[in-house]
């Protein structure tokens, strides 16, 4: 699929910056709740005025300064931590394991969860072809697993933690908290 | 055979003695359908040979069902699930035998990790709640990247103080640190000593 | 083409319909950062609605001529963060129903299909501050400098968070080659 000799990345920055069509009705959104404020500028803008150019205006402050509703976010950073390991949106314990294959006929989940069983969990593909998902109810515990592709190839999930492994096919493993 | 591999069968067969004839004989079904006759006899005794050492066999069931699905060959899964339970073992000399079976599979993955069995006995001392979800953030550290003696000394560190929540958030901190760039042991120390500050009552001294 | 900082005069002086314009004009080129860097377009529309009425309540501190683009750029910045930190306490999935699929990928080839998914999902395995980094300094051309500006992160740090992000997304796409 790709050419061995293009940067990887070259391609993945092509195709970020590939023009993204929002929904023109997001206009319409924005200009409505505009609009439900839209009194409110004139004053915040005179306001601003006021506080940076000091006339002799007869206004309360006070009022003036309600309006001007400057809202400070004190932003903390959470990075996710890899969404695989899931729950409460399927329900509890429940994982989502997901991995791009594309040009695969079949990819299935296995792991200790389903014996290691090769047909147990087959996984379904996106639309495109190139995303495979399954979600598994699991109770919390250490599972080791991997990923089969076409029935004979074993493939480690490359966003999750690898295991040493006894039987040269690479395993991953999730913990699901209890 | 020699006679010193008789007596040392003794015990073996007197504890088979001791046993109802179906709990020696009796195979996983699982293991019967995918493994060729050879290899269930091998992996078999060495679950039997767990079995009555008290050691949780579920995992030895799931290491042989693993080679078998991936086409392994007969010795290679039978020198697996013979490694692992040696390493149920060890995992249960350091952590007593009061240990609970996910305890002790925790603790065999932390082992495989690389983690030492003197680190296992300590983690027992310091915590005296359950210890699964411990090992297992041990165990996930080292495979994060983490050297297993940092991430030992990490973990005991919490050991006293840190409740489940608190072992599983420290690991995807430390987690997300390491995918950050920090390097691996910078961020289980960094990690460790914060969550020491915020715990109450917990020992700013690291062992 | 009437400029922003003509439009913004306008648009405080009480031209309230005169915001519709900046909103036509950045809301493609600022929601293809909130895609990309939520992974999921319905939030991207929330955070890119939320950044221009704020951006509209604040207009008042927009006094530079010519910086409305990356101030309005800043502002959906935080709106992305704080996004992504609800998304990550909801602990979304990353799969996307069918038809949310249908709308993000672009209407080519199954190839070029194929590669969007595979490339949103890599883009989704990073840690946010990698990813923001990422799309920042590769998909908004932007110089270390403004992204410290916007961010408030030093350079060196972004840097090395440009680094790393490059180091995963080879990782993660170079196993996907394998198969």
Known sequence: MFDRDEDVLDRVIDQLRQPVEMDPTLDTAVMTRVAAGGERLGRLAAVWDWAWRPREISVSPLAGLGLAAAVVGIVVWLAGRNPQVASPAAGPNTVQFVVVAPGAASVSLVGDFNDWDGGATPMQAAKSGALWSVTVPLTPGRYRYAFLVNGSRWLADPAAPRVQDDYDAPSSVVTVGG | MHCSRWLAMLPLAGAL???????????????????????????????????????????????????????????????????LAMELATARQALGSVSSPMELEAAAGALRAGVRPADLTRLRHRRTQSLTVALATLADLVASGVPPDSAAAAVIALAASAGDDQMADFRRAVERDIALGAPPAVAAAVRVDAALRQTPGASSRRP | MTSDAEIVRRVREGDTAAFAVLVARYRDRLGRYAVHM??????????????????????????????????????????????????????????????????????????????????????????????????????????????????????????????????????????????
């Open chain 2, 17 to 83: 003695l001791i046993l109802r004839p179906s709990t020696a004989a009796a195979q996983d079904p699982r293991l019967e359908r995918r493994l060729d006759p050879a290899t269930l006899e091998s992996v078999t005794a060495t679950i039997d040979s767990a079995r009555l050492q008290g050691l949780p066999v579920e995992a030895l069931v799931q290491r042989a069902l693993e080679g078998a699905a991936k086409h392994a060959a007969p010795a290679q899964i039978a020198a697996a699930v013979r490694r």
């Open chain 3, 38 to 179: 939520l992974g999921d377009r319905s939030d991207a529309e929330e955070a890119l609605q939320d950044a221009f009425v704020r951006a509209y309540r604040s207009l008042a501190r927009c006094r530079e001529d010519g910086q409305f683009g990356p101030w309005l750029f800043g502002i959906l910045v935080n709106r992305c963060r704080t996004a992504g930190r609800r998304a990550a306490r909801r602990h979304r999935m990353f799969v996307r129903d069918e038809v949310s699929l249908e709308r993000a990928s672009a209407p080519e080839t199954s190839d070029r299909a194929e590669w969007d998914d595979t490339v949103r999902w890599a883009m989704e395995r990073l840690a946010p501050p990698l990813r923001e980094a990422f799309l920042l300094k590769h998909v908004e051309d932007m110089e270390y400098e403004e992204m410290s500006r916007l961010t408030g992160t030093g350079v060196s740090a972004l840097k090395m968070r440009v680094m790393r992000a490059r180091e995963q997304l080879r990782a993660l796409l170079t196993e996907v080659e394998r198969v």
